[in-house]
């Protein structure tokens, strides 16, 4: 079995280079914007329709296109095309919206198919850019199939450069060891065994640094130059919080996945949890969405299981020795006491043994082993 892999990498372009990246992301966005507007000329009562130009032909009436990488208009020309596919696709549930033009602000990228770049130690060659510096701070696996590259600038200016892989999947050896996961607001998690993960302090401390500076932004006059430095500080602030955030989950994940078998987790809902005003902050601070999907796709990939158990079990409020309910559970307290076996346990402890004891249940396979020892915990 295969999977696609993106790894992502900070480029260093020279100003030569940065300048010719920037039309790249111009012409791209040409073909779009032009396959954009034909489409949304069709009209069923003409007989002749206009019909769209070829990445080539809008070559030949904008001469300065040709300064740019040929492959990259093609991938964008391929992608209307998707696009019109989808739109028009009969077996598809949700429909999707008409096409809507690009502007400077929505779309800074271009993609170039795998004969077009080459990934080296330092550096990434780009058809028409250059070698162009880059820092590699994650390799590629060997034996990794290149598809595509996707470069980018973020709204910080930094420019990007993401590799699309093709890897063999090479599940991780097997531990024996399952756990069920208690994700809550004070501790990001609580496995029935012992494992804990606290909540990340670094994403309050820099939530308080975007606070002030989307103040200090706020006060700043339209079109100001002091505005538009104050809005690329707020920019940068979102960009590490979000880089901090990845890292975090990233080795949380490696960690749950290289540890354990089994992982059995609760499935919150987080959307419902953040209107709840007073949690809203930390809860999206933690990401659990970012989290969830983080876990899934590794578990995928290295041969374990994850299984979400339903939000509406009650893992907190369940005895996970006897099975007796505790309906006047509140959020404060934070030892579970069972009124009909004695047990005296940490709440989430108690509620992460629950989740471990739901998701075997609900998972087909057979675990006698693993039962026995949530009894013994
Ligand atoms: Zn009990």
Request: hydrophobic share 35%; aromatic share 10%; net charge positive.
């Amino acid at each position: 079995m295969t999977t696609l892999k993106a790894f992502k990498y900070r480029i260093y372009p020279t100003k030569q280079q940065a300048v010719l990246l920037n039309k790249t992301f111009g012409c791209v966005r040409v073909v779009w914007n032009h396959n954009v507007e034909v489409f949304n000329k069709f009209d069923k009562n003409l007989t002749e329709q206009e019909q769209s130009l070829t990445s080539t032909q809008l070559k030949q009436k904008f001469v300065w296109m040709s300064e740019v990488s040929a492959a990259a208009l093609q991938q964008k020309e391929m992608d209307f095309k998707t696009f019109k596919k989808n739109y028009f696709s009969t077996s598809r549930k949700k429909k999707i919206g008409r096409p809507a033009f690009k502007n400077r602000d929505s779309n800074q990228s271009y993609r170039l198919p795998n004969q077009k770049f080459t990934l080296r130690e330092n550096t990434i060659q780009l058809e028409k850019i250059g070698k162009v510096k880059l820092v590699l701070d994650r390799a590629v696996p060997v034996g990794c199939k290149f598809m595509s590259v996707t470069v980018s600038k973020n709204k910080c200016g930094q420019f990007l450069a993401s590799v699309l892989v093709e890897c063999e999947i090479i599940a991780k050896p097997k531990t024996g060891k399952f756990i069920g996961l208690d994700i809550g607001i004070k501790t990001f998690l609580t496995g029935n065994d012992g494992f804990i993960v606290e909540n990340p302090q670094f994403f309050r401390e820099s939530q308080a640094e975007l606070k002030q500076a989307q103040r200090h932004l706020s006060r700043k006059k339209k079109g100001s130059s002091r505005r538009k430095k104050a809005k690329l500080k707020v920019a940068r602030i979102h960009n590490k919080i979000a880089n901090r955030r990845k890292h975090f989950i990233q080795e949380k994940t490696t960690e749950i996945i290289n540890l354990y078998d089994f992982i059995g987790i609760e499935d919150l809902n987080v959307a419902g949890m953040v209107q709840n005003h007073k949690l809203a902050k930390s809860i999206s601070d933690a990401a659990f969405t970012e989290f969830y999907s983080t876990l899934i796709y590794k578990a995928a990939w290295y041969g374990k299981e994850v299984v979400k158990v339903d939000r509406w079990f009650a893992s907190s409020k369940t005895c996970s020795c006897c099975g007796w309910k505790n309906e006047n559970l509140t959020l404060s307290d934070r030892v579970f006491e069972c009124l009909a076996c004695g047990l005296k346990k940490d709440r989430d402890l108690n509620a992460s043994e629950n989740i471990l004891k739901e998701a075997l249940r609900v998972s087909s396979a057979i675990r006698t082993q693993s039962e026995c020892q949530t009894e013994i915990a």
